[in-house]
């Protein structure tokens, strides 16, 4: 199956089903709700075939162009079918498990993800490090067939709907940096894991801290090599940073596209709606080169931080267009169209802060692709 006729057969597909994948809307929808319309979401494209494209088949999938669940993604979201964020884990974390994994751990466990049996969660960062990954804290020592896993992890999506997680320890000396992290797979339900969700702002509990008390992970869960771990998140980073972000394109066109369909007549300010367009499509085209990029077997790297500072500029400009434009639904506004825009623009304030903060990623941009140096 090409690409065409893909997006031709998936196209019809959602015709027919849309009314049974239309997720429940309003501000007495609980998160629960969303992640259980997620799990529906990908069960139903999972069985259908839909999901399984683009995908190894060693790992359930049924092969084909990367592009093929780029387009997926990008359909869904365009539809108003998913939240990209949430849907998005299984393009950050599936794709690391596939190149570090065991062979047979990866087949055993990515199906479930693909399919909505399982969530999964990437248990990175921690109270006292933020983006800083290289200095984190979270110990795993070794004792046997096992590792010993104790520390702590914040901001962790899903963590209380996670059967496992990606997590990140340091296994070398503290001074050993970078050069000291291993990265493991861990059972969200062992013995000696406490989550608590964090209730942010926009009302909903997305993000948790996550404890972890003498818990034991078998050897054969570690991802990559012992002390190989920055390897393993250098993989994972730029899929967070680029690879979801195209689902957030296709979902910020959408919101773009029912404020233009909404605002009140002479609501919208042409300068700013013009400038706002402008770093929405421009935002589309550099991730569209992201996705073609990854289709041709290039491995992605640092050139993604461009991709995660676009996003993040146009997120917050998208939803203050919105503030200008509709402020009343925004700071009060008690219908389901108008909890969409509160949330929403109360969820962008994060966009500079999620998936690696702003000035990490132009420093990223400064030191790696500019080759600034050090600034001194």
């Known amino acids: ?176 940096g970078s050069r000291g992290i291993t990265a493991l797979f861990v059972d969200m339900d062992s013995p000696g894991i406490t989550v608590r969700p964090i209730r942010a702002m926009h009302g909903r509990d997305e993000f948790c801290e996550v404890f972890f008390d003498d818990v034991r992970v078998p050897v054969d869960r570690t991802l990559g090599e012992v002390d190989g771990g920055w390897a393993v998140a250098m993989d994972l980073l730029p899929y967070e940073r680029s690879t979801s972000l195209w689902h957030r394109s296709a979902y910020l066109r959408q919101r773009l596209g029912h404020l233009l369909a909404t605002a009140p007549d002479g609501a919208l300010d042409p300068a700013d709606l013009g400038e706002v367009v402008q770093m929405a499509f421009a935002f589309h085209a550099r991730s569209r080169g992201t996705q073609h990029r990854m289709a041709r077997g290039e491995r992605l790297g640092p050139e993604t931080s461009i991709d995660k500072v676009l996003l993040a500029t146009t997120e917050q400009a998208v939803f203050d267009l919105a503030a200008d434009a509709v402020p009343a639904a925004v700071a009060v506004g008690d219908d389901a169209d108008a909890d969409r825009w509160r949330t929403g623009f109360l969820y962008s304030r994060a966009a500079t802060i999620y998936g690696g903060s702003a000035e990490i990623q132009r420093d990223i941009i400064a030191r790696r692709l500019l080759d600034l140096g050090t600034g001194r």
């Not at 027919?16 to 994948?21: P, T």
């Not at 780029?70 to 359909?75: C, D, I, N, T, V």
């Not at 199906?111 to 248990?123: A, F, I, S, V």
């Open 1 to 176: 199956m090409d690409l065409q006729e893909f997006r031709a057969g998936l196209d019809a597909w959602l015709d027919e089903h849309e009314h049974e994948l239309s997720p429940a809307s309003g501000p007495d929808v609980a998160f629960d709700q969303e992640v259980e319309h997620l799990s529906l979401v990908k069960r139903m494209t999972y069985d259908a075939g839909w999901m399984r494209r683009g995908w190894p088949e060693r790992v359930g999938g049924l092969g084909g162009s990367t592009l093929m669940r780029a387009y997926l993604g990008e359909a869904l979201a365009s539809r108003d079918l998913i939240e990209p964020g949430i849907y998005s884990m299984t393009e950050v974390l599936a794709p690391t498990m596939i190149e570090f994994a065991r062979p047979e751990l990866a087949a055993e466990t990515v199906p479930r993800l693909l399919r909505g049996d399982e969530t999964w969660c990437q248990g990175f960062s921690e109270p006292s490090t933020g983006s800083n990954l290289g200095s984190l804290a979270c110990r795993a020592r070794r004792d046997g067939d096992s590792w010993r896993v104790t520390g702590q992890k914040v901001w962790t999506s899903l963590a209380q709907y996670a059967h496992r997680c990606v997590l990140l320890t340091r296994t070398g000396t503290p001074e050993s």
